[in-house]
């Protein structure tokens, strides 16, 4: 069964950092491209960062681009998202998903809150 | 940026009755279109993807069509576990972008 586990979300002030985590099972995680996708209170979906298998291919949407990063491991089925200089509007759920195109597998996803 | 549009924002069902969602993109997608279902405090589940094609262990009551810019989800015979919010995401072209969503509510 395909598992995609994220941690690492919290309360951070703003201009703050956290480092979320996907843990993967269930299928050969270094075979897959790997996507971050939030979604703020209320609000429809929102791509966030985009990772190819290899990681040495990706793509960060503008509102992100300069503050946030994607990474894998895949000696550990994990996915990361670095998220510096955090904003009020950064606030949202943060869902890993796996796949380039449509999405097939999501994880349950993980709250990040920008607040003072 | 491609701008998914979805109509309407809330649609009201009775179950057992046919619903049929829309999804408008700013420019053409071709076939590069997906649909979701998410319940309240879940995350989203792949229904549809390339405009038609039912993703694994999606019931045949749920079909897509179009192509271009123009879509349409429909479920047959609306039962009980399929009110939800139904968003559409493209991937034709970077970054990838989805409709706002249609809440379908128990009329």
């Known amino acids: 069964e395909v598992q995609l586990v994220e941690s690492g979300g919290g309360l951070v002030q703003p201009g703050g950092s956290l480092r979320l985590s996907c843990a993967a099972s269930g299928f050969t995680f270094s075979s897959f491209e790997m996507n971050w996708v939030r979604q703020a209170p209320g609000k429809g979906l929102e791509w966030v960062s985009y990772i190819n298998s290899r990681g040495d291919t990706t793509y960060h949407a503008d509102s992100v681009k300069g503050r946030f990063t994607i990474s894998r491991d895949n000696a550990k089925n994990s996915l990361y998202l670095q998220v510096n200089s955090l904003r009020a509007e950064d606030t949202a759920v943060y869902y890993c998903a796996r796949r380039i195109y449509y999405m097939d597998y999501w994880g349950q996803g993980i709250l990040v809150t920008v607040s003072s | ?107």
């Open chain 2, 1 to 107: 940026e491609i701008v998914m549009t979805q109509s309407p924002a809330t649609l009201s069902v009775s179950p057992g009755e046919r619903a049929t969602l829309s999804c408008r993109a700013s420019q053409s997608v071709s076939s590069k279109l997906a649909w979701y279902q998410q319940k309240p405090g879940q995350a989203p589940r792949l229904l549809i993807y390339d405009a038609s094609t039912r993703a694994t262990g999606i019931p045949a009551r749920f079909s897509g069509s179009g192509s271009g810019t123009e879509f349409t989800l429909t479920i047959s015979s609306l039962q009980s576990e399929d009110f939800a919010v139904y968003s559409c995401q493209q991937y034709d072209s970077w970054p990838w972008t989805f409709g706002h969503g249609t809440k379908v509510e128990i009329k």
